[in-house]
């Protein structure tokens, strides 16, 4: 199947009538949500030392006790119960209990993609840790937990583990963890050889949003979209999760580019398939944001924001309140923000208070909470986080090289733009300012409100009207 550095000839209008729309993967999730009660993050909240350490003499590892313990929300997910009362035997062979705890790990991850709670991304890891006490080196407990190490944003870790694993073993999934490392961690060339590898062994749906993603952050945006609807159309209508977040991806991509009917059709496939999913609700809740339909944006994001409590969803909800909700609302989801919104989204948190906070204080957090992200990766979604920070704080010449690294990949995103366009006008670069703002602005609707504001009082010496006329739209690119 094609390459990852290059377009693939397929129409994207063909894909998207065939990607099985009316029929029924990163987590990059947060990977340290204060524990709720009844979630599986409170059950998993004591399993974080549980490493290699043992439950008493005679005993298994504490990391196997705790993945074989039934809690409560195991009760609510009858196959999990089912495994964890095997492996509770003492007549299990160790290859069938291996494969048992393989199985469990792997579908807590899956539960975690499913209910945003990251507890299960703890219970993987124990069953990874649990697998590994009994099989030291076994390439299938080193995937499971690479996996989840990856999901819980511990990237160095995991890519110890994907780069053994890589050399041991070679599989296309083995590769597709180190490129998803490699992206995470702002290194495209070294992800590209990664995914092309995969793309090589194993064409198919994982494959495919791989590229897709890769060629977003490149700047090539017509060439994700295709990779991404590629994705979509091939992946499993028995993979309903899997096909849902395909075109819930589509429609953001789709949504960046300006295309506000497409993204809508494809966030209403998505949510067709699963009901209530809310990256899907997130695109279509952006969207009645940006034409103005309140009540409807309110819906949409306040069912995306239920469903996975982060910043990602609570930001946009937030704006969207605050255009006609009432003030009990707003107070509420500002709270709910400062106690939790750090935890559990730190860098989405962070550009939160960068873009719209004035105390110093929320600024300062910002940039903590920024330089904390950009510790453990450097792509170019954390570069301008922390660009934005630094120039909330005055550091002008730190931001503007931030910025500057964020932008060398090619990534065409109207908020990183905008964030370009700002700084160089503090900066005094005029040129350089009205190049970027233009393109934010085509069309301003993909911001949120807050960052409309920022754009619309950014100033560098040139009239607005020579601003707004400066750059074509790129909108009627994606129409047939």
């Known amino acids: 199947m094609g390459s990852v550095g290059k377009r693939v000839s397929v129409s994207l209008w063909a894909l998207i009538l065939l990607s099985g729309c009316d029929s029924g993967t990163d987590l990059s999730r947060s990977a340290a949500i204060p524990p709720q ?3 599986a993050t409170s059950v998993a909240s004591s399993a974080t030392a549980a490493t290699g350490v043992t439950g008493g003499q005679g005993r298994r590892p504490l990391a196997c006790e705790l993945v074989q313990a039934q809690f409560e929300t195991d009760r609510a997910v009858p196959d999990i119960g089912q495994m964890q009362q095997q492996l509770r035997g003492d007549e299990l062979s160790d290859s069938r209990r291996l494969e048992l705890l393989e199985r469990l790990g792997w579908r807590h991850l899956a539960l975690a993609r499913e209910t945003f709670d990251a507890g299960y991304l703890k219970l993987a890891e124990q069953a990874g840790n649990c697998m590994n006490a009994q099989a030291a080196g076994s390439p299938a407990a080193q995937l499971l937990l690479a996996r989840s190490l990856h999901q819980q944003h511990r990237f160095a870790e995991a890519q110890v583990l994907a780069r053994e694993l890589v050399a041991s073993r070679g599989g296309w999934f083995d590769y597709g963890l180190l490129g998803d490392l490699q992206l995470e961690q ?13 793309m090589d062994l194993h064409p198919g749906p994982q494959a495919y949003s791989r590229a897709a993603e890769l060629r977003w952050l490149s700047g090539d945006s017509d060439g994700a979209i295709e990779m991404m609807a590629l994705s979509a159309r091939s992946t499993s209508a028995r993979e309903p999760e899997a096909k849902a977040w395909a075109l819930s991806r589509l429609a953001s991509f789709v949504f960046a580019q300006g295309d506000a009917e497409t993204a809508l059709t494809l966030a209403r496939a998505a949510l067709k398939i699963r009901p209530d999913y809310p990256p899907a609700l997130l695109v279509s809740g952006r969207l009645w944001l940006a034409r103005g339909d309140y009540a409807q944006a309110i819906d949409q994001l306040e069912r995306a924001a239920t469903q996975a409590p982060q910043p990602l969803y609570q930001w946009p909800l937030l704006e969207a309140l605050q255009q006609t909700g009432t003030d009990e609302e707003q107070a509420a989801l ?3 923000l400062a106690r939790r919104g750090a935890d559990a989204d730190r860098r989405t948190h962070a550009l939160y208070l960068a873009s719209t906070s004035t105390s110093t204080a929320a600024l300062t957090k910002a940039l903590v909470l920024a330089q904390q992200e950009y510790a453990i990766r450097q792509d170019p979604h954390t570069l301008d986080t922390l660009a934005l920070a630094q120039y909330r704080q005055g550091d002008l010449e730190a931001a503007w090289n931030l910025i500057s690294s964020a932008l060398e990949s090619g990534l065409q995103d109207p908020r990183v733009q905008l964030h370009a366009g700002v700084i160089a006008a503090a900066r005094g670069d005029c040129q350089q300012a009205q190049n970027w703002l233009n393109m934010a602005r085509q069309p301003s609707y993909r911001l949120l409100p807050s960052e ?18 400066a ?4 909108k009627a690119q994606l129409r047939p």
């Open 37 to 39: 009660p009844g979630s």
């Open 186 to 198: 702002g290194d495209l060339d070294a992800a590209a050889s990664a995914y092309q590898r995969m």
């Open 334 to 336: 500002l709270a709910e």
């Open 452 to 469: 409309q504001r920022m754009l619309a009082q950014a100033r560098c010496g040139a009239s607005e009207q020579q601003l707004s006329n």
């Open 471 to 474: 750059v074509p739209s790129r």
